[in-house]
């Protein structure tokens, strides 16, 4: 049988009872300053287990055109449906599935909280899955843990391992401590810039 935190009516009754602590209310700031240097607007952009979508509404209110959040709570996708069209957001799709089954191809891929919600035993799966869905020169960007926590989920990590875990499958740009982190998290967090392999 698997953990609860595995589940899709886990993840649903979180969300159902308000019980989203790494929700911080808007877009975290390190993600918004990796966003505001970006230039190609039409870049086609994938953010997993996305929720809240923060960050989605700030690309999309920022002039990005593709823009795809994969969530596996039904609650969540309702809810962001709601929330773009009171916005008239017409650049965000929405798809309420598991990420490991998704299919598609993108050229930058946002990690925020997505992978501090998976066991560690899926993290090898998460990183193959991740390389499988970039395109050729296709980029992963986002947060980590830094920290390890003594109740889970969120699971944490440590530099070193993860370092270990991305090589397999991507050329580590940059992984180092956050000089911008929001105050709770100040710390604890990593910035990481992953592009995927050429394998030829």
């Not at 969540?76 to 998704?102: G, M, P, V, W, Y």
């Not at 990183?127 to 970039?134: E, G, T, V």
């Not at 991507?170 to 604890?188: D, L, T, V």
Request: one cysteine or more; proline letters at 5%.
């Amino acid at each position: 049988m698997e953990p609860d935190f595995l589940s899709k009516d886990y993840w649903n009754n979180r969300y159902a009872e308000n019980a989203t602590g790494w929700n911080i209310g808007k877009i975290s700031t390190p993600l918004k300053g990796y966003i505001d240097q970006l230039t190609n607007k039409s870049c086609s952009i994938l953010i997993p287990g996305g929720g809240n979508g923060h960050e989605a509404i700030y690309l999309a209110e920022n002039g990005f055109t593709d823009i795809t959040i994969v969530d596996f709570s039904p609650i969540a996708i309702a809810s962001l449906e709601k929330i773009i069209k009171q916005k008239s957001i017409s650049s965000i799709h929405l798809i309420c599935a598991d990420f490991f089954e998704l299919i598609g191809s993108y050229d930058l891929i946002i990690e925020q909280t997505f992978f501090c919600a998976l066991a560690p035993q899926l993290r090898e799966a998460y990183i193959k899955k991740m390389a499988a869905l970039l395109r050729p020169n296709g980029k992963l960007v986002g947060l980590l843990f830094n920290i390890d926590f003594k109740v889970s989920p969120p699971f944490g990590g440590k530099l070193s391992d993860y370092q270990e875990q991305f090589a397999k499958h991507f050329e580590i740009i940059k992984m180092e401590p956050c000089y911008n982190s929001i105050a709770p998290r100040a710390g604890n967090e990593l910035f990481f810039i992953c592009k995927l392999k050429n394998l030829k």
